[in-house]
């Protein structure tokens, strides 16, 4: 019964092109569609249900893992037609899931809207590179294009370590080992430990989530690689802080002047339902220009937004600049871009401002990106 019930599901998931699908006692399955849920029209879930939902797709090491810590995560292949991210969890002594659709085809850099700097700043021969932003706000994806992008452009090796694999990377132009996190090496820290003697050009660390990882990965981008790191921080200024903040005060005076050195640049996102369907990315970019270096070696990265204001001309743009002109452009709707900025109170009296046809002179120039991109 369940493994027809959890193909039927799969199907509609598939088909209909969510991005998840939500399973716990209680109600019946629901889907998350364009950023909003939706509930399906089948029964309303009991405990057993959810049990053999969960059994007819969870392995045994995760079964396990789920009975000793009340939760587990991995990903699976639902024939050619996708995979998926899954977390099972239990709630109320009862078992929980949510399964997130990662597409099978890469969507290119241009498909996504990402800024055109990116390109350049991902082919310097060393450095970190971080991609940020609240879970579900599409880091996945414009990683998977960038990396995608490196593996048909040029001859590097690149290793990914994921906690679980998302995107399956096929050898093209590079070499592309992928480790699972629990699967092919215990933890991120040991991974990245054993990266660097892997002959790595690139490096990507699915989280940089403890002081060792983040430690490691500014020091493998000291020593030669590109490392691409995620981190659920929002703003490129709040990154460069909670990296700093991670580390004991007596360390980070030395973690600023290597980070100043290390960073290339940091890509800061957030995703919104696209008018009338689909999805679009908003994008903050944060380029390391030797000014910038000197802000965050001086600990004055209260500066940053107004740098990133002026540097326009390396491509740089503030997360609520782009929201302005997505809403501008009649891309999306009013409330979904005050939900998503990062300074609603200021986004809120721009919009006014230019309802009544008030634009700063900047404004009149237009910071369009390409806007054309379904992220579904």
């Known amino acids: 019964m369940a493994t027809v019930q959890i193909d039927k599901l799969l199907e509609t998931v598939v088909k209909e092109k969510v991005s998840d ?47 000793e810590v009340g939760g587990t995560d991995f990903g699976f292949a639902y024939g050619d037609k996708a995979r998926f991210r899954v977390s099972v969890f239990k709630q109320k002594g009862t078992i929980a899931m949510v399964l997130r659709r990662i597409p099978n085809e890469f969507l290119t850099m241009e498909q996504i809207g990402l800024p055109p700097v990116v390109k350049d700043l991902i082919t310097r021969p060393r450095g970190l590179f971080l991609v940020t932003g609240p879970t579900g706000s599409g880091k996945t994806t414009s990683l998977a ?37 629990g699967v092919d090496v215990p933890d991120f820290p040991e991974a990245l430990r054993r990266a660097l003697r892997q002959d790595p050009d690139i490096i990507l660390v699915g989280e940089m989530r403890d002081l060792e990882t983040i430690s ?53 996102q957030a995703l919104l339902p696209r008018k009338p369907s689909g999805m679009v990315a908003a994008y903050e970019l944060l380029v390391v220009t030797p000014a910038i270096a000197n802000l965050i070696r001086e600990g004055k990265t209260f500066r940053i937004n107004s740098s990133i204001q002026t540097g326009r001309k390396y491509g ?13 452009n009649n891309i999306v709707e009013e409330e979904d871009v005050l939900y998503k900025a990062n300074q609603p109170g200021e986004l809120k009296v721009r919009i006014e401002k230019a309802k009544r046809g008030l634009y700063d002179d900047e404004e009149e120039e237009d910071e369009d990106f390409d806007e054309d991109d379904d992220f579904d």
């Open 216 to 268: 490691s990965a500014i020091t493998a981008a000291e020593t030669g690689h590109v490392v691409f790191g995620t981190l659920h921080t929002t703003g490129a200024q709040g990154t460069v802080d909670r990296i700093i903040d991670v580390f004991p005060t007596n360390q980070q005076e030395q973690i600023r002047t290597q980070l100043s050195v290390g960073i290339l640049g940091v890509l800061s």
């Open 21 to 67: 699908l939500h399973i716990t006692v209680g109600q019946p399955p629901v889907i998350r569609a364009g950023g909003r849920m939706r509930r399906l029209e089948t029964k309303t879930l009991d405990a057993d249900d959810t049990n053999s939902l969960m059994k007819s797709i969870t392995p045994e090491r995760n079964q396990q893992e789920l009975q």
């Open 316 to 328: 740089m743009q503030l997360l609520d600049d782009h929201l302005f002109s997505l809403w501008k």
């Open 145 to 181: 294009s960038m990396m995608n992008w490196i593996n048909e452009t040029h001859a590097h090796h690149m290793i990914t370590l994921e906690d679980p694999i998302e995107y399956y990377h096929e050898h093209k132009k590079s070499t592309v080992n992928q480790r699972e996190i």
